[in-house]
């Protein structure tokens, strides 16, 4: 008789699972493991003993001590700060006191918005000498009524500039001037202040992309002038297309009988086109480029025309002229002096077709600049 197979344990007849598989269900990745987490039995190691109630309680008493100290050391090492903190809280807060300077007198002479009064001259002087915050506070009143009355001045002069050029629209006051408060975060001149009062008329005032006419008063560097400072990429993209293609505009354009009178004074009456170009190349070598601008060649006739990024004209004045009952007029014949120009840049870098033919072309330029661009 065979002999009898022997049973296996109840243990083994269940099925052999594989490691990648698990009876237990998964987790959420939302499951924190230190919730309901069992301690995990170590086979090898003999178990960990268990201290007695009172070894813990003088293991806790030490740790608590040490705990004390440390908080202690650390208290002490801040206490210098910590009094400062606590002596600057309880002291009552300190007001610096800067008395207010008198103002000048007048001299008898009245403020009148068709011209400046010459102390605002004066505090443009003494602000240049004293360009300090403690010294413009301590001299607050004189600096508003400085303001004021160059604020004043500004919109009887844009009612004069809205006839010399009807393009210039009737804006606030605080649309066309610039304020003294310099920005000195990435300056090397910690000056806050600028010594100067400016205004820009423009068909959006100081800011936009248009040809402005502007007027910088400061004692011993006004200046009138206009143009185009500064322009972005776009804009001298187009006033360079326009070097090229229509050279004859801008003879015509810096030939202006009052602009080459007025603003390039130097330039003999009897001396041809060319003159005038140079002359205004010379006005404008600040920033311009030492090479050929990309797409045009060292030889081209207007290389030195085609190298500007600035496009501006500008003349000195004394600053007392604008104290006198004609300040008006004379801002009215030196803006009218800088009409042709000022147009001009304006008709190439924003065309307007129902200006004139030549913004026409400057439309058709824009035309072709998108075909090409396409091409």
Not at 62 to 68: F, G, R, V
Not at 208 to 220: D, K, T
Request: proline share 7%; aromatic share 6%.
């Amino acid at each position: 008789m065979p002999a009898r197979k022997r049973s296996a344990p109840e243990s083994v007849a269940s099925r052999r699972r594989s490691n990648r598989l698990s009876s237990t269900p998964h987790k959420s990745y939302l499951h924190d493991e230190n919730d309901e987490r069992l301690p995990s039995k170590r086979r090898g190691r003999p178990p960990i003993r268990q201290s007695l109630p009172q070894e813990d309680s003088v293991e806790r008493e030490h740790e608590e001590e040490t705990a004390e100290e440390d908080d202690w050391e650390a208290e002490k090492e801040d206490e210098g700060g910590d009094d400062d903190d606590e002596d600057d809280e309880d002291a009552p807060p300190k007001v610096v006191i800067i008395p207010l300077e008198k103002m000048r007198d007048d001299g008898g002479v009245s403020y009148e918005d068709h011209r400046l009064h010459r102390n605002t001259l004066l505090f443009l002087k003494d602000l240049k000498a004293n360009n300090k915050r403690s010294w413009l506070k301590a001299h607050d009143d004189e600096y508003r009524r400085a303001l004021k009355d160059w604020q004043s001045f500004v919109e009887a002069a844009t009612q004069t500039m809205m006839q010399v050029d009807e393009t210039i629209p009737e804006l606030p006051t605080k649309d066309v001037i610039f304020r003294i408060h310099r920005d000195i975060r990435f300056s090397k001149d910690p000056t806050p202040y600028k010594p100067h009062f400016s205004v820009a008329w423009s068909r959006t005032g100081r800011k936009g992309p248009y040809a402005c006419y502007y007027l910088h008063c400061e004692p011993g560097s006004s200046f009138f002038g206009g143009g185009l400072w500064h322009p972005e990429a776009q804009p001298v993209a187009k006033l360079r297309r326009s070097i090229d293609r229509h050279p004859e505009r801008w003879r015509r354009a810096l030939n202006d009988p009052l602009l080459r009178k007025s603003f390039f004074p130097a330039v003999k009456a009897d001396a041809g086109p060319e003159a005038a170009v140079r002359a205004f190349v010379g006005k404008n070598q600040d920033n311009a480029l030492k090479k050929r601008p990309k797409g045009y060649q060292v030889t081209h006739r207007d290389i030195e025309l085609l190298k500007l990024r600035n496009f501006t004209v500008s003349k000195p004045i004394d600053a007392e002229m604008l104290c006198r009952d004609d300040a008006l007029q004379s801002v009215a014949d030196a803006m009218r002096a800088l009409l042709a120009l000022v147009s001009f840049l304006n008709s190439v870098v924003m065309p307007d077709p129902n200006l004139d033919d030549d913004s026409e072309s400057s439309s058709d330029e824009a035309e072709e600049e998108e075909q090409d661009h396409q091409a």
